[in-house]
């Protein structure tokens, strides 16, 4: 029996090599590796600036902290990484939870529009599964009232709308580099932008607000990146167009082979983008499928194929979020919650692979049924 795992996690040679060299140097912290990341991310995704940072939440936090106040509010779908939410909770904000749509699962703007209060500051709009949003309707939505925006692209290394990368719109773009996304250099994360004072900014806050040495001028923290991670990542990022490329490509083959199975139906992909597939997801009708997804899953597992619930639950229904906003309802994302379930898409699949999960798919279809 095949065993299939969701993710292949392994360093090349070059970056091995990259790793041992700045090992050898000594010098491990913040310094020329990560002057040279970001530049070389920066011109990649075709914005001004790129700040590294601790890792993806740091991303995030550093964004929000440079404009946020207490009180502030952020527009936040629902169905995402806790950390989208909680980095404005941990500003000192308050995310304000939208539902998402049900056939992209990015956020319903009708839904946020009706959330916005004298308080909204900014939208927090997330590349979900490396699914771009309709950019241009977000940022219309955003100039309309006066928010900056803030995107989540820690599942979205490589993705384009309307050939342009992610990374090239918007006050802050932020990125991850944890172990399972495109990318991936350990920890570590970045933030991209095209204004030079909001830049500016992040730099001396991912430092302890210092501004010259032992002059500390606005509250900060620790969030810098090490040279070792950046040099993982300068290599990481020569390959990206290669994974991201093999990930489409399985994407397709995923997309045709299941195309008539009823009851598990794939994220529908934004208009004029390119997904970078970070997760492949299926939605599961246990009506038309024939069981539910969590018997799907266990029956995957029997078979050799990994998978996961990406997510069991909104950030609505956390409980610390309940705790401190209390109880709501976001219909869409709760049905989601209940049906989707991530299967194998990354750069290690061979042909073999995608055709062993299609077809395990395809025998478990209707095997529920009485």
């Known amino acids: 029996m095949k065993t299939i795992p969701m993710a292949k996690i392994k360093l090349n040679d070059q970056e091995i090599s990259a790793a041992e060299r700045v090992l050898r140097s000594g010098a491990l912290r913040q310094g020329k590796e990560c002057d040279a990341f970001e530049k070389e991310f920066a011109e990649k995704v075709g914005a001004k600036y790129a700040v590294t940072s601790a890792n993806g939440s740091a991303a995030l936090h550093l964004a929000y902290m440079v404009f946020l106040g207490p009180g502030d509010e952020v527009l936040v779908p629902s169905f995402t990484f806790i950390a989208t939410g909680g980095m404005v909770t941990a500003t000192g904000g308050k995310p304000v939870f939208c539902d998402i749509e049900e056939d992209t699962l990015l956020i319903d703007l009708e839904d946020a529009q009706k959330k916005i209060t004298p308080q909204t500051k900014a939208i927090a709009p997330v590349h979900l599964f490396g699914n771009p949003c309709d950019v241009e309707a977000i940022t219309g939505f955003a100039k309309r009232y006066k928010l900056k925006v803030v995107w989540d692209a820690a599942q979205a290394h490589g993705a384009t709308i309307n050939g342009k990368d992610v990374g090239s719109f918007g ?135 990994a998978n996961g619930v990406h997510y069991p639950r909104g950030l609505h229904q956390q409980p610390v979020f309940k705790d401190l906003y209390g109880e709501m309802n976001l219909p869409v994302t709760e049905k989601i919650c209940e049906r989707i379930i991530a299967i194998p898409v990354h750069h290690g699949l061979e042909d073999d692979d995608v055709n062993y999960i299609i077809e395990s798919i395809a025998s478990i279809q209707g095997s529920g049924k009485p």
């Open 171 to 305: 006050d802050f773009t932020c990125y991850s580099f944890y172990p399972s996304k495109n990318m991936f250099v350990g920890e570590g994360g970045i933030t991209t932008t095209d204004d030079p004072e909001l830049e500016q900014k992040m730099r001396f806050m991912r430092s302890h607000g210092q501004t010259g040495k032992y002059l500390h001028t606005m509250q900060g923290l620790n969030y810098r990146m090490t040279d070792v991670e950046a040099a993982i990542g300068r290599e990481q990022l020569k390959r990206l167009d290669e994974m991201v490329q093999k990930r489409f490509t399985n994407a397709q083959k995923l997309n045709a082979g299941l195309a008539d199975i009823p009851g598990c139906k794939p994220q529908k992909i934004t208009a004029n983008a390119e997904s970078a597939w970070h997760q492949y997801c299926l939605v599961v009708d246990s009506d038309d499928f024939g069981c539910q997804r969590d018997e799907l899953s266990e029956k995957l597992i029997q078979r050799g194929v």
